[in-house]
């Protein structure tokens, strides 16, 4: 509600300083309606997208990420009106401006909607990589936690030891990947894990079967991208 109510006002302002900066001109002419009218565009264009922003985007920042975002769009309608206000003393036919104020309007409409779409596609990229990461992460962790656990094992499971080192160095190496069957093959990783871990966690060693079963799905994952 304060964002239409700033608006409007900026409107009653822009009013303002017309009748103050015209208060001497005994009569307008289709130039200085021209001129005005050029005015209240920009003031829509620079302002009125910040102020309902809140449709765009969720928070301040980026808010303003997106109206600077933007500002190159502007700036090039900007100077494309003040031509058009700057032609509109000289031209014979008024009519020949307002054309081409519709004309740099349509303009920074289309180059607002392509630059709108580019960066919905980059958020969209980067939200997929960041989902692609998550279970990643998570695996990466728990291999981690192992090896600090392992450490602590008796000198008499060295072996197993090596191989834990092992399997968290292989992991380290894994790209992040959104598949399917990579998914199920690091949920498969991270349960092996949790259960080599508690069976470290018991002081009897690791269960000799669980090696080539983390191995083999490890494996697997290393050849899907």
């Known amino acids: 509600m304060i964002e239409i109510i700033t608006f409007i006002f900026g409107y009653f302002l822009l009013g303002f300083v017309c009748y103050v900066t015209m208060a ?85 409409l289309l180059a607002l909607v392509l630059t709108r779409g580019t960066t919905k596609h980059i958020q969209n990229v980067q939200k997929e990589e960041n989902q692609k990461r998550v279970l990643i992460d998570e695996v990466r962790k728990a291999s981690l936690s192992l090896s600090v656990v392992a450490q602590s094992m008796p000198d008499e499971f060295a072996e197993q030891k090596r191989r834990i080192e092992t399997i968290k160095e292989d992991l380290r190496h894994l790209s992040p990947s959104s598949n399917a069957e990579a998914l199920r093959l690091e949920e498969s990783i991270l349960k092996q894990l949790q259960e080599i871990k508690n069976d470290c966690v018991s002081g009897q060693g690791v269960l000799p079967q669980r090696f080539p079963l983390i191995q083999a799905c490890i494996a697997e994952r290393k050849n899907i991208y």
């Open 24 to 108: 001497n001109v005994p009569e307008w002419t289709a130039v200085h309606y021209h001129l005005w009218f050029i005015v209240a565009i920009c003031y829509t264009i620079l302002f009125g997208t910040l102020l309902f922003s809140k449709f765009i985007a969720k928070n301040v920042d980026k808010r303003i990420a997106t109206w600077l975002f933007d500002w190159p769009v502007r700036s090039l309608l900007v100077a494309m009106l003040g031509i058009s206000a700057g032609l509109g003393f000289y031209v014979e036919n008024i009519n020949a401006c307002y054309i081409l104020d519709a004309a740099s309007v349509f303009i920074y």
